[in-house]
Every structure is written in structure tokens, then in C-alpha cells.
């Protein structure tokens, strides 16, 4: 079944709160190669940053009315934030904000979503 395309408004949103704050973060492929996907299991996925329980609310009706399905929000550093799993709806959701397939900090050097903790 063709999937509708999501009202225009709710794009233009999430666009916004995706370029204020989100960030995307990628599967490595190095480390699925070394550990195998028995020990590594995270995949790729676009994180919305929400700054109060009633922005989180308005994030997850935006994603919902485009067609994704929210995660399950968790509170970091005084915030929220709303994972989207799946390399698909990754896909889906930076083409329908108009990012390019590896957005993300590095992108220019191939290495979109590695950040790194500065902790050893």
C-alpha cells in the first residue's frame, strides 16, 4: 500500500526542529564487521532534541503525522530527545527534510553521526 505524503506544515516543522538541534546517528560498519550482530546491535537512527515535555509532545504528533513511528523518548542533559530507528525511516525522514543520505556531523569526511565522548 502507497504511503501518503505527510501534510507540508508537519514537514516544515520537523525540518526545523531537525536543523535547530537533531542529529543522526549511523550504524558502523567496522565495528559490525569486529564484534558481529550479536554484540552490536545498534543501527541507525535520527534523534530529535525537545526541550520540554510539551515540545516533546508536539515532536512525536509531527512524526506520527508523517508517517514515522516515534521511539521511545529519554531525558538527557535537561532535555529530551525522540529517537526514529531504522535505516528506512532515516532515509525517508532526511529526504523528506531535505538533508542529504549522511547528514550529520563529519559528513563531509564520510564519518556522518561518529561522534565520540571525550571520556577513556
Do not use: C
Not at 554484540?39 to 520540554?52: M, Q, T, W
Not at 515532536?59 to 538527557?76: C, E, Q, S, V
Not at 569526511?109 to 561518529?114: L, S, V, Y
Request: charged content about 30%; proline content about 5%; overall charge positive.
Amino acid at each position: 500500500m502507497a504511503r501518503a505524503a505527510p501534510a507540508a506544515e508537519a514537514l516544515r516543522q520537523l525540518s526545523v526542529f531537525f536543523r535547530r538541534n537533531g542529529y543522526v546517528r549511523r550504524q558502523r560498519a567496522d565495528r559490525l564487521a569486529a564484534e558481529g550482530y550479536w554484540a552490536y546491535k545498534k543501527g541507525d537512527e535520527v534523534r530529535l532534541v525537545a526541550g520540554s515535555l510539551a515540545e516533546l509532545r508536539a515532536i512525536r504528533r509531527l512524526l506520527r503525522a508523517a508517517g514515522f513511528k516515534p521511539g521511545r523518548p529519554f531525558a538527557k542533559a535537561r532535555q529530551w530527545r525522540q529517537p526514529v530507528y531504522g535505516r528506512a525511516a532515516v532515509a525517508r525522514f532526511l529526504a523528506l527534510v531535505g538533508q542529504g543520505p549522511r547528514a550529520g556531523p563529519g559528513a563531509a569526511a564520510g564519518r556522518a553521526g561518529t561522534r565520540r565522548s571525550h571520556r577513556v
